[in-house]
């Protein structure tokens, strides 16, 4: 009885090793913020691309830059806000340690921008059309 147990219990462990899904890199250097996200941390992990603003409720840079943002919204582009402390585990996973802080992901989750700071909305706008052209050129 115990053996049987012992092996279920490391047939649990195992399945649930397998399951999860390793840490995403990190930067730790020019840029802040994670070099990839994991699409399905977030809403429509089927749109073409992400922007994630990580901001957080204290935070007097952060007001107003999700409504700045949200125009960018289409069926190509996925705009959310990760607000600390509602969104902590978020924050933790993808270690972010400043707000706010924006990140433009494509379709495989690589962060292809990023913008440390609050924004005027046709920075980030810019920021995402460079992005989506520099993609479409490398297109084959």
Known sequence: MLV???ALAAAGWWFERRRRT???PQSHGRVP???QLDRADFRRPDAAWLVVLFT???CESCAGLFAKAQPLESA???VVECEFPRDRALHARYEIEIAPLTVVADADGVVRAS???AFDAPELWT???EVRADEERQAP
């Open 56 to 58: 957080s409720a204290t």
């Open 33 to 35: 913020g994670p070099q």
């Open 115 to 117: 913008l440390t700071g």
């Open 4 to 6: 049987a147990f012992a």
């Open 127 to 129: 920021a995402v059309a």
């Open 22 to 24: 390793d840490a995403p």
């Open 76 to 78: 190509d582009v996925s």
